[in-house]
Protein backbone atom coordinates (compact mmCIF):
# COMPACT_ATOMS: atom_id res chain seq x y z
CA UNK A 1 0.00 0.00 0.00
CA UNK A 2 1.33 3.56 -0.92
CA UNK A 3 2.60 5.06 2.32
CA UNK A 4 3.93 8.69 2.64
CA UNK A 5 5.32 10.19 5.52
CA UNK A 6 6.00 13.75 6.36
CA UNK A 7 8.96 14.01 8.58
CA UNK A 8 9.80 17.16 10.57
CA UNK A 9 12.08 18.22 13.35
CA UNK A 10 10.43 19.72 16.25
CA UNK A 11 12.95 22.31 16.56
CA UNK A 12 11.32 25.49 15.06
CA UNK A 13 7.76 26.79 13.56
CA UNK A 14 6.86 25.33 10.51
CA UNK A 15 7.15 27.38 7.18
CA UNK A 16 5.35 27.61 3.60
CA UNK A 17 8.53 24.89 2.77
CA UNK A 18 7.28 22.58 5.29
CA UNK A 19 3.40 22.99 4.22
CA UNK A 20 4.17 22.54 0.05
CA UNK A 21 6.02 18.90 1.45
CA UNK A 22 3.52 17.93 3.51
CA UNK A 23 0.37 18.39 1.04
CA UNK A 24 2.33 17.06 -1.91
CA UNK A 25 3.10 13.45 -0.11
CA UNK A 26 -0.80 13.82 1.54
CA UNK A 27 -2.08 14.16 -1.22
CA UNK A 28 -0.27 12.09 -3.03
CA UNK A 29 -0.87 9.01 -0.14
CA UNK A 30 -4.82 10.08 -0.31
CA UNK A 31 -4.75 9.98 -4.70
CA UNK A 32 -3.73 6.25 -3.95
CA UNK A 33 -6.03 5.25 -1.41
CA UNK A 34 -2.34 4.94 0.99
CA UNK A 35 -1.45 6.15 4.33
CA UNK A 36 0.09 9.02 5.84
CA UNK A 37 2.56 9.19 8.72
CA UNK A 38 3.82 12.00 10.69
CA UNK A 39 7.36 11.18 12.34
CA UNK A 40 8.76 13.73 14.70
CA UNK A 41 12.39 13.36 14.39
CA UNK A 42 13.39 14.79 17.23
CA UNK A 43 17.20 13.49 18.41
CA UNK A 44 18.26 17.14 18.40
CA UNK A 45 17.08 17.15 22.40
CA UNK A 46 19.13 20.00 22.84
CA UNK A 47 16.48 22.23 20.57
CA UNK A 48 13.16 19.58 20.56
CA UNK A 49 10.89 21.95 22.84
CA UNK A 50 7.35 20.71 23.61
CA UNK A 51 5.55 23.56 22.25
CA UNK A 52 6.95 23.11 18.70
CA UNK A 53 5.36 19.80 18.40
CA UNK A 54 2.07 21.29 19.12
CA UNK A 55 2.66 23.63 16.79
CA UNK A 56 3.49 20.98 14.49
CA UNK A 57 -0.46 19.19 14.82
CA UNK A 58 -1.79 22.76 14.97
CA UNK A 59 -0.10 23.77 11.13
CA UNK A 60 -0.85 20.60 9.74
CA UNK A 61 -4.50 20.43 10.80
CA UNK A 62 -5.06 24.00 9.90
CA UNK A 63 -3.93 22.47 6.18
CA UNK A 64 -6.50 19.76 6.59
CA UNK A 65 -4.15 17.78 6.78
CA UNK A 66 -4.68 13.96 8.50
CA UNK A 67 -2.41 11.46 9.65
CA UNK A 68 -2.05 8.14 11.36
CA UNK A 69 -1.94 7.54 15.01
CA UNK A 70 0.37 7.08 17.10
CA UNK A 71 3.36 9.68 16.14
CA UNK A 72 6.18 8.05 15.72
CA UNK A 73 8.99 10.33 17.59
CA UNK A 74 12.83 8.98 17.18
CA UNK A 75 13.89 9.85 20.75
CA UNK A 76 12.32 6.23 21.45
CA UNK A 77 13.72 4.36 18.45
CA UNK A 78 17.45 4.44 20.15
CA UNK A 79 17.59 0.67 20.55
CA UNK A 80 16.79 0.17 16.24
CA UNK A 81 19.22 2.79 15.55
CA UNK A 82 22.01 1.05 17.70
CA UNK A 83 21.21 -2.43 16.90
CA UNK A 84 21.76 -1.20 12.84
CA UNK A 85 24.79 0.27 14.27
CA UNK A 86 26.40 -3.12 15.12
CA UNK A 87 24.99 -4.69 12.32
CA UNK A 88 27.70 -2.28 10.44
CA UNK A 89 30.05 -3.11 13.23
CA UNK A 90 30.50 -6.48 12.90
CA UNK A 91 30.82 -6.82 8.91
CA UNK A 92 33.76 -4.03 9.72
CA UNK A 93 32.33 -1.00 7.96
CA UNK A 94 32.62 1.52 10.69
CA UNK A 95 35.43 3.07 13.15
CA UNK A 96 35.65 5.53 15.55
CA UNK A 97 36.42 9.21 15.22
CA UNK A 98 37.91 11.69 17.26
CA UNK A 99 38.47 14.39 14.99
CA UNK A 100 36.82 17.83 16.33
CA UNK A 101 35.22 20.17 13.44
CA UNK A 102 38.34 22.35 14.00
CA UNK A 103 40.57 19.42 13.44
CA UNK A 104 38.76 18.76 10.18
CA UNK A 105 38.96 22.22 8.89
CA UNK A 106 42.47 22.74 9.75
CA UNK A 107 43.00 19.17 7.74
CA UNK A 108 40.89 20.93 5.20
CA UNK A 109 42.91 24.00 4.79
CA UNK A 110 46.04 22.26 5.20
CA UNK A 111 48.05 22.72 1.81
CA UNK A 112 48.81 19.10 0.86
CA UNK A 113 45.29 18.58 1.15
CA UNK A 114 43.88 20.68 -1.66
CA UNK A 115 40.35 21.33 -2.34
CA UNK A 116 38.10 19.17 -0.92
CA UNK A 117 34.33 18.30 -1.98
CA UNK A 118 31.16 18.82 -0.66
CA UNK A 119 28.78 16.24 -0.03
CA UNK A 120 25.64 16.03 2.08
CA UNK A 121 27.24 16.73 5.09
CA UNK A 122 29.50 19.42 4.43
CA UNK A 123 32.69 19.31 3.39
CA UNK A 124 34.17 15.54 2.79
CA UNK A 125 35.96 14.26 5.72
CA UNK A 126 39.66 13.85 4.61
CA UNK A 127 39.91 10.41 6.30
CA UNK A 128 42.49 11.30 9.14
CA UNK A 129 41.27 8.76 11.97
CA UNK A 130 40.75 5.87 9.26
CA UNK A 131 43.04 3.09 10.06
CA UNK A 132 44.47 4.15 13.32
CA UNK A 133 45.42 1.57 16.05
CA UNK A 134 42.32 2.38 17.57
CA UNK A 135 40.34 -0.76 16.78
CA UNK A 136 37.17 -0.24 14.68
CA UNK A 137 34.04 0.68 16.41
CA UNK A 138 32.57 -2.83 17.33
CA UNK A 139 29.23 -3.97 18.37
CA UNK A 140 27.33 -1.87 21.15
CA UNK A 141 30.45 0.55 21.33
CA UNK A 142 28.84 3.99 22.17
CA UNK A 143 30.83 7.23 21.81
CA UNK A 144 34.47 6.86 23.88
CA UNK A 145 34.21 3.21 24.32
CA UNK A 146 37.71 0.89 24.20
CA UNK A 147 40.78 2.10 24.04
CA UNK A 148 41.51 5.89 22.33
CA UNK A 149 39.84 7.37 25.36
CA UNK A 150 37.22 9.97 24.97
CA UNK A 151 34.32 10.85 23.06
CA UNK A 152 33.85 9.62 19.35
CA UNK A 153 31.91 9.74 16.33
CA UNK A 154 31.18 6.14 14.52
CA UNK A 155 31.93 6.91 10.71
CA UNK A 156 31.06 5.10 7.81
CA UNK A 157 34.14 3.79 5.72
CA UNK A 158 32.56 4.37 2.64
CA UNK A 159 35.47 2.44 0.38
CA UNK A 160 34.78 -0.52 2.20
CA UNK A 161 31.42 0.01 2.57
CA UNK A 162 31.12 -0.30 -1.59
CA UNK A 163 34.18 -3.14 -1.32
CA UNK A 164 30.99 -4.99 0.55
CA UNK A 165 28.65 -4.57 -1.67
CA UNK A 166 30.58 -6.07 -4.65
CA UNK A 167 33.18 -3.14 -5.47
CA UNK A 168 32.60 -1.54 -9.38
CA UNK A 169 29.40 -4.31 -9.54
CA UNK A 170 27.89 -2.38 -6.66
CA UNK A 171 26.49 0.30 -9.43
CA UNK A 172 23.74 -2.80 -10.03
CA UNK A 173 22.42 -2.66 -6.88
CA UNK A 174 22.70 1.00 -6.16
CA UNK A 175 20.03 2.63 -7.62
CA UNK A 176 16.52 4.45 -6.90
CA UNK A 177 13.48 5.58 -9.01
CA UNK A 178 12.83 9.10 -9.04
CA UNK A 179 9.21 10.29 -9.42
CA UNK A 180 9.49 13.97 -9.88
CA UNK A 181 13.44 15.59 -10.65
CA UNK A 182 17.14 16.27 -8.75
CA UNK A 183 18.43 19.79 -9.01
CA UNK A 184 19.99 19.07 -12.65
CA UNK A 185 16.95 17.44 -13.84
CA UNK A 186 17.60 13.75 -12.74
CA UNK A 187 14.40 12.06 -13.22
CA UNK A 188 13.27 8.20 -13.42
CA UNK A 189 15.47 5.13 -12.77
CA UNK A 190 18.84 7.09 -11.01
CA UNK A 191 21.84 4.46 -11.09
CA UNK A 192 24.69 5.84 -8.37
CA UNK A 193 28.16 5.52 -9.30
CA UNK A 194 30.19 4.05 -6.62
CA UNK A 195 33.08 5.84 -6.88
CA UNK A 196 31.50 8.97 -6.45
CA UNK A 197 29.85 8.13 -3.36
CA UNK A 198 33.29 7.62 -2.56
CA UNK A 199 34.70 11.13 -3.60
CA UNK A 200 31.62 13.23 -2.65
CA UNK A 201 30.35 11.63 -0.40
CA UNK A 202 32.71 10.15 1.84
CA UNK A 203 33.26 8.65 5.80
CA UNK A 204 30.11 10.19 6.76
CA UNK A 205 28.94 9.78 10.50
CA UNK A 206 26.30 7.69 11.31
CA UNK A 207 26.50 8.30 15.10
CA UNK A 208 27.59 11.55 16.51
CA UNK A 209 30.24 12.31 19.44
CA UNK A 210 27.38 12.46 22.31
CA UNK A 211 26.21 9.04 21.08
CA UNK A 212 22.91 10.48 19.18
CA UNK A 213 22.12 8.35 16.17
CA UNK A 214 22.83 10.96 12.48
CA UNK A 215 20.27 11.61 10.51
CA UNK A 216 21.20 9.23 7.52
CA UNK A 217 20.91 6.49 9.33
CA UNK A 218 17.76 6.88 11.32
CA UNK A 219 15.42 8.26 8.28
CA UNK A 220 16.57 4.88 6.38
CA UNK A 221 15.44 2.99 9.74
CA UNK A 222 12.59 4.64 10.66
CA UNK A 223 11.30 4.43 6.79
CA UNK A 224 11.52 0.80 6.49
CA UNK A 225 9.89 0.15 10.34
CA UNK A 226 6.95 2.25 9.32
CA UNK A 227 6.57 0.59 5.74
CA UNK A 228 7.26 4.00 3.68
CA UNK A 229 6.84 2.97 0.26
CA UNK A 230 7.20 6.93 -1.35
CA UNK A 231 9.22 9.55 0.03
CA UNK A 232 8.31 13.02 -0.38
CA UNK A 233 10.93 15.84 0.49
CA UNK A 234 12.75 18.71 -1.15
CA UNK A 235 15.18 18.57 -3.56
CA UNK A 236 18.25 19.60 -1.38
CA UNK A 237 17.92 16.10 -0.03
CA UNK A 238 18.32 14.86 -3.22
CA UNK A 239 22.23 14.43 -2.86
CA UNK A 240 21.40 12.33 0.59
CA UNK A 241 19.50 9.60 -1.71
CA UNK A 242 22.54 8.08 -2.38
CA UNK A 243 24.18 7.62 0.68
CA UNK A 244 20.68 6.37 2.21
CA UNK A 245 20.60 3.85 -0.40
CA UNK A 246 23.67 2.57 0.29
CA UNK A 247 22.65 2.10 4.22
CA UNK A 248 19.53 0.62 2.54
CA UNK A 249 22.13 -2.08 0.34
CA UNK A 250 23.64 -2.43 3.80
CA UNK A 251 21.52 -2.70 6.19
CA UNK A 252 19.12 -5.30 3.96
CA UNK A 253 16.12 -2.56 3.61
CA UNK A 254 13.27 -2.01 1.46
CA UNK A 255 13.79 0.85 -0.96
CA UNK A 256 10.76 3.65 -1.59
CA UNK A 257 10.06 5.70 -4.05
CA UNK A 258 11.45 9.22 -4.09
CA UNK A 259 9.88 12.12 -4.91
CA UNK A 260 12.43 15.46 -4.83
CA UNK A 261 10.29 18.23 -4.88
CA UNK A 262 10.95 21.83 -6.05
CA UNK A 263 11.91 24.39 -3.03
CA UNK A 264 10.14 27.34 -1.41
CA UNK A 265 12.53 30.16 -1.70
CA UNK A 266 11.72 33.86 -0.13
CA UNK A 267 11.61 36.94 -2.63
CA UNK A 268 15.05 37.19 -3.20
CA UNK A 269 15.68 33.61 -3.76
CA UNK A 270 16.60 31.87 -0.61
CA UNK A 271 15.68 28.78 0.14
CA UNK A 272 13.55 29.07 3.13
CA UNK A 273 14.56 27.80 7.00
CA UNK A 274 12.79 27.99 10.12
CA UNK A 275 14.92 31.25 11.34
CA UNK A 276 13.09 33.17 8.74
CA UNK A 277 10.20 33.44 10.98
CA UNK A 278 8.29 35.65 8.71
CA UNK A 279 7.22 32.96 6.36
CA UNK A 280 6.11 30.61 9.13
CA UNK A 281 2.71 28.93 9.16
CA UNK A 282 1.63 30.34 12.93
CA UNK A 283 3.03 34.12 11.62
CA UNK A 284 1.00 34.19 8.72
CA UNK A 285 -1.85 32.38 10.45
CA UNK A 286 -1.70 35.57 12.37
CA UNK A 287 -1.91 38.08 9.76
CA UNK A 288 -4.80 36.79 8.79
CA UNK A 289 -4.16 34.01 6.30
CA UNK A 290 -5.95 31.16 5.32
CA UNK A 291 -5.47 27.61 5.12
CA UNK A 292 -6.44 28.23 1.01
CA UNK A 293 -4.39 31.27 0.49
CA UNK A 294 -1.61 29.15 1.65
CA UNK A 295 -1.94 26.69 -1.00
CA UNK A 296 -2.93 29.20 -3.99
CA UNK A 297 0.45 31.34 -2.91
CA UNK A 298 2.70 27.70 -3.15
CA UNK A 299 0.62 26.91 -6.00
CA UNK A 300 -1.10 24.14 -5.10
CA UNK A 301 -4.86 25.18 -6.19
Known sequence: MHTDRFAPSPTGELHLGHAFSAVVGWRAAMAAGGRFLLRMEDLDQTRTRPEFVE???RDLAWLGLRWEQPV???STRLAAYQAALDRLAGLGLTYRCTCTRRDIAEAV???QEGALPHGPDGVVYPGTCRG???PPAGPGAGPGAGPGAGPAAIRLDMRRAIAALGGP???AVLSFDELDAGPAGETGTIRLDPEALVGSTGDVVLARRDGAPAYHLAVVVDDANQGVTHVTRGRDLF???ALHRLLQALLGLPVPLYRHHRLIRDAVGKRLAKRDH???LAKLREEGW???DVLQHLGLE
Open 55 to 57: GIY
Open 72 to 74: LFQ
Open 109 to 111: AAP
Open 132 to 134: RSD
Open 169 to 171: AAV
Open 239 to 241: AAT
Open 278 to 280: AHA
Open 290 to 292: TAS
